[in-house]
């Protein structure tokens, strides 16, 4: 049975039956509704907010499996640029250096990233950070990898061209040396008072005093690029200019005859030319020069000045034979 309520009614002076209307009643249940869904959401932010839920826990696991594993990743790379720093080293000191080539400076070598240990601070970073880094870091590592493969490629070519290379590359003097009467009177340095011009300025070769019409012979295969015959008194006179390939190439100067053609194709200890005074002199000599890759390199690294004659005659006498055969 239902409880009855009761209203004073100032009018009648009478307690009277107090009726709520079908709005109020559905206004009521309403309100508590509303009330129940804000006590509900109250505890839900309360709950996660303070305590951690079965699936929270699942992400934070999973989270820290993800950063464990990429923690090793990174370790990895960290391994493998090691491995690729001692492949370059190689390369340059080695490889690189035996052809003769330039290093590959390691500006180039780390592909424009100043080094890879700035991306290396996994332990410091966020989620989204650890992806970043390990994007670039692998990035690194390919670019890195790809130069050195290009340097590779480049000693693979001249590795199989090594004979011919070997061939090439001016390994001997231009004449015989016997320190009496042929013998460098100049090397490769700068001279601070040139003997006719008075000033400063590099000597890019060596020179070699002798007799006029001392032979002077090429000193790598090579192809001859450039003859000059001058009566100045001033530069280098008549001059021999051959391109060995591989990036070498050697001048012969002060000549006082020249027995090559532009375009012809001659072999190490070919006779070119005769020792002269032609050109800028004071005193007959030869003025000899070693370019590699468009610069003056010191020819004393590349012959043997102290040569013994017959080994020297022996070089001379095979250049003259395969001369014969063409």
Known sequence: MARLRY??????LLFEISRTSGRKKVMRVFRGFLMSVVLAVSYYVIYTQYFETPKSLSIIRSNAEIAVKYGLLNKRFQETNNYLTQIQRRDNNVYRATFGLDIIPVSVRDAGFGGVNRYMEFEKSDYAGILINTSRHLDILLKKAYVQSVSFDTIEKL???????????????????????VSITDVFRVRQHHPIY?????????????????????????????????????????????????????????????????????????????????????????HYEVHYLGRPVNPLNYFDVTIEPDEYERILQAAQRMNNEY
Do not use: W
């Open 7 to 12: 209203k004073f009614n100032p009018e009648t």
């Open 159 to 181: 590795a199989v061209r090594m004979e011919e290379m070997k061939n090439c590359i001016p390994i001997i003097a231009p004449t015989t040396i016997d320190n009496i009467s």
């Open 198 to 286: 008075g000033d400063s300025r590099p000597h890019n070769g060596v020179d070699i005093g002798g007799p006029i019409g001392t032979p002077i012979f090429v000193t790598g295969d090579g192809i001859v690029t450039k003859v000059v015959h001058s009566f100045s008194r001033e530069g280098y006179g008549n001059r021999i200019e051959i391109d060995h390939g591989f990036g070498y190439k050697t001048l012969y100067g002060h000549l006082r005859s020249i027995g090559v053609t532009e375009g012809q194709v001659i072999k190490r200890g070919t006779q070119i030319g005769t020792l002269g005074n032609t050109g800028g002199v004071t005193g007959p000599h030869v």
